[in-house]
């Protein structure tokens, strides 16, 4: 099974880019951030003219999510929206959906604007939260992928120039430490797996820098996270750079991963 995930930084600015790009790799599910559209005008009928359904949380602004699954594969068994903790103010950054034993929970993290401001401050605790769900409904026995962007690069050879940018609110150690407890939870970083220390492997180039993506000044932000049982079914994980080149790019790209399941 082949799974991606993608901040398309507004899936109608990106719709005709995506579905190029769908139906030159097939993804199984691609799981979609950031797609800046309310649930009902999502554009369902685009998607599912290539054989594709959606299961959307959707939000006009910097957030709304949506996972993508085409036949074979089935309707899933379940879905949840939000910490599952009657917060309905983060339905629109969490979604999972469970196939049989399977479960996929597509995020979009805070992004945490400034280490002074109050946004930063919920973005730990957005990290605290997500881990209490976890402790709450899962156990780290099961297959379980958490992806989309974290708004975290954790390594220094997850950024371009890791001294010059430290202090960043997806570089700090405030941050790091926050995913770090997620992680330890029972997740294994699925790209830093099977790809240990390999340095200049970014998934988002900022675009108000002219050139940041041809000198590949770029940050990995987006992630595949998997329990550890389920680690031991990833074959392959990749990032799709020239993607990032296409008409009307997103400041991010793809990233795939391919399951034994």
Same mark, same amino acid.
């Given at each position: 099974?082949?799974?991606?995930?993608? !901040?398309? !930084?507004?899936?109608?600015?990106?719709?005709?880019?995506?579905?190029?790009?769908?139906?030159?790799?097939?993804?199984?599910? =691609?799981?979609? /951030?950031?797609?800046?559209?309310?649930?009902? =005008?999502?554009?369902?009928?685009?998607?599912?003219?290539?054989?594709?359904?959606?299961?959307? +949380?959707? %939000?006009?602004?910097?957030?709304?999510?949506? #996972?993508?699954?085409?036949?074979?594969?089935?309707?899933?068994?379940?879905?949840?929206?939000?910490?599952?903790?009657?917060?309905?103010?983060?339905?629109?950054?969490?979604?999972?959906?469970?196939?049989?034993?399977?479960? =996929?929970?597509? #995020?979009?993290? $805070? /992004?945490?604007?400034?280490?002074?401001?109050? /946004?930063?401050?919920?973005?730990?605790?957005?990290?605290?939260?997500?881990?209490?769900?976890?402790?709450?409904?899962? %156990?780290?026995?099961?297959?379980?992928?958490?992806?989309?962007?974290? !708004?975290?690069?954790?390594?220094?050879?997850?950024?371009?120039?890791?001294?010059?940018?430290?202090?960043?609110?997806?570089? #700090?150690?405030?941050?790091?430490?926050?995913?770090?407890?997620?992680?330890?939870?029972?997740?294994?970083?699925?790209?830093?797996? =099977?790809? $240990?220390?390999?340095?200049? /492997?970014?998934?988002?180039?900022?675009?108000?820098?002219?050139?940041?993506?041809?000198?590949? %000044?770029?940050?990995?932000?987006?992630?595949?996270?998997? #329990?550890?049982?389920?680690?031991?079914?990833?074959?392959?994980?990749?990032?799709?750079?020239?993607?990032?080149?296409?008409?009307? $790019?997103?400041?991010?790209?793809?990233?795939?991963?391919?399951? +034994?399941?």
């Amino acid at each position: 099974m082949k799974i991606a995930t993608y !901040n398309c !930084n507004g899936v109608r600015a990106r719709i005709d880019s995506i579905i190029e790009w769908m139906k030159k790799e097939n993804p199984d599910i =691609l799981c979609l /951030q950031e797609i800046k559209v309310e649930t009902e =005008l999502f554009p369902r009928d685009r998607f599912e003219g290539i054989g594709y359904r959606s299961v959307v +949380q959707g %939000k006009k602004g910097h957030a709304g999510v949506a #996972t993508l699954y085409r036949s074979p594969v089935n309707p899933p068994d379940e879905i949840y929206a939000g910490f599952r903790d009657g917060d309905e103010t983060e339905f629109s950054r969490i979604l999972t959906c469970r196939w049989g034993k399977f479960y =996929l929970i597509n #995020t979009y993290v $805070p /992004q945490g604007r400034d280490r002074e401001h109050e /946004q930063f401050q919920y973005k730990l605790e957005w990290f605290a939260r997500f881990r209490e769900m976890l402790e709450d409904f899962h %156990k780290p026995s099961r297959k379980i992928l958490w992806t989309g962007d974290f !708004n975290v690069a954790p390594e220094p050879i997850d950024v371009y120039n890791s001294p010059g940018i430290m202090g960043h609110v997806a570089h #700090t150690p405030e941050v790091f430490e926050a995913l770090e407890n997620v992680r330890e939870w029972g997740f294994v970083d699925l790209f830093r797996k =099977l790809h $240990p220390g390999e340095e200049g /492997q970014y998934t988002y180039w900022d675009y108000r820098f002219r050139g940041f993506y041809e000198l590949n %000044k770029g940050w990995r932000v987006d992630h595949m996270y998997a #329990t550890k049982s389920l680690a031991k079914l990833c074959s392959k994980i990749w990032i799709d750079r020239d993607a990032r080149g296409l008409d009307k $790019p997103s400041d991010h790209t793809f990233l795939i991963g391919e399951f +034994q399941l």
